[in-house]
């Protein structure tokens, strides 16, 4: 983000002010389309007198679809475009004539300078030369030691896993695989999915290999699932020896060559002048992170994809977040040789998600071949399959609604609360049997520029009673200033069933929380505040209330809260966009799924390997 204090002077006066302020909803919607069409144009741009999708290749498949990954996720280009709108309203709001940015980031000092520059405002930010030196040395070391511990790696060096065909190669996130998380871990989306599939075929036919480190990097924590696949995962590395890393080790080598072909192309460089600010430093670091960091790791990527492939002989390949990078590599690998890939949804796929974005001639086969598209792609509903169409031009006959086993599981759960549980639940939680209970579930992160708005409408209720879920990333105490000074407002512990919560809710209060489309298909309106965000185009479709004016939070609630026919408009409208809500009976979104992935099986993968 481009958090930062500045100060400034307007004739006499001085004023310190965050930076964050001047960005308001409409400019970051603006700020993540401008990002998207920055980054999407740059395949079309000339390396070598080649397109930057058909210059730099392996195997001949563009590493086009890495390099995108890259830079979306870096947010780099999106922080950008946030800047420079956030420091123009600063400069039209406050007409200032000197601007002062307390320890920005690079990005940040970048741009104010540059904006400032341009229009004659002192500005004392500027980058020093020496600064973006440092910086790309610290991303060749990075480099460095990523591709040395991933050479070094103690399974790439254990015996070789063993080669036997496996009906179904199933590919998980290792550091991700959990038991026990309802709030959407990958694994109560996909293991119910991969115990159907054990049910149908055997455990022994579903092999599972293992992708990254069994600890995840953010929060130290080490794999503990129970589940059968966590104990059966072969790590990828037991596949793929040194030798086995050919291809990748000579994209290793010619990295810098690589940069220096970036950094040479005369459209490259104009391409980074931003909004007029010349943003060439920022921009060149970024393609540093490609050439360096980027492309080795992807080309690894399919060098083990494809090692792992080999041995296990898959008539189906089955992973989630398919879209991403090892995703993509993997159905490159699958598709070279034949084997069709199913991916699983796994969680809500935000419009802003360039990972899901695509334009027509993505999608198509030029001098290399088009996106690598799972031969299947298992989506929660209908919902979901029309933005792939429309936002990612993936063929209809490519997609399949099959359900979400992880709302049929929370729908379980939710419908076996008997009155005396909830009773018992209320009575926890300090609720009298008068009130009506709004439930905030969203990450404070989110929600800290409009909950506490929001806390004073419901708090200005009577009979009202906020109880905040928080999120399992976050803490109870992370919400500790929101209750203080609140009465009407409580803290649930993290570790409360959201199901029941759920249950007892009148109301579903968020900011971009998935749990908004679950509990409308459990039948509890959902609110959406601090708009525009991702959920946007549910609010417009009319399947969730929602509002961005602070002003709007209190009738809109409380319609929501007594206005049945508003109630029934809103279930309506949510029936339209997703189809039925989840009742007691009919479920089954696992063996659906599972049925699915079985099916390519028996066709005998028509359609995995790509043309040519």
Known sequence: MIDAQLTIRAGAARKTVQLTDYLDAISEESAHAAAYRWIKALRHLSIDE?????????????????????????????????????????IEREQPSEIVAADPSPVVAHVIDGVAASIGVHCATRVKPVTWLKRLAAIDGRARALTLSALATRDRWRRAAPRSPATVGAFIHRAFWRSGQEDGGAESYVGPVLAALEASVGAG?????????STNFRTHRRLRSQAHQAAAVVPVERFASAAALALS????????????????STELRRAACIDGIDCWPLVREELAGVAWLQWPWSVRAMDEAAAALDAV???VVVTYAEAGGWGRALVLEARRRGIPSAGLQ??????????????????????????PLPTRTLLFDEYAAEHLVAHGRYPREQLQVTGSPRLDELADEMFRWTATDLDRTRAALGVPPSHQIALVATKEREARA??????????????????IKPHPAESAEAYAGYVRGRPAVRVADSRASLSQLLALARVVVTVNSTVALDAGALRVPAMSIGLPNNLSPFVDAGAIAGTGDPAG??????????????????????????????TAHGRGAAKRSAEAVLELVARGGAGAKRSG
Do not use: C
């Open 450 to 467: 409009s909950l506490p708005e929001f806390l004073d409408a419901a708090s200005s209720i009577p009979d009202v009673l906020v109880i």
């Open 249 to 264: 080790r000579g994209v290793w080598r010619q990295r810098y060559s690589d940069f220096r072909a970036l950094t040479r």
């Open 50 to 90: 080649q397109g930057f999708r058909d210059r730099f290749t392996a195997r001949g498949d563009s590493l086009w679809w890495f390099t995108e990954l890259y830079l979306h996720k870096q947010q780099v280009i999106l922080d950008v475009h946030r800047a420079i709108l956030a420091i123009k309203s600063v």
């Open 313 to 315: 002989q898959p008539s």
């Open 553 to 582: 939070m209190r009738p809109l609630l409380r319609r929501i809260l007594y206005d049945e026919g508003f109630r029934q408009h809103l279930a309506d409208r949510r029936r339209a966009v997703f189809g039925e809500p989840v």
């Open 346 to 371: 796994h969680g809500f796929i935000y419009r802003h998600w360039l990972n899901y974005l695509h334009e027509p001639d993505e999608m198509q086969d030029g001098r290399t071949a088009g996106f």
């Open 205 to 213: 036919a579903v092999r599972y290999i293992g992708l990254g480190p």
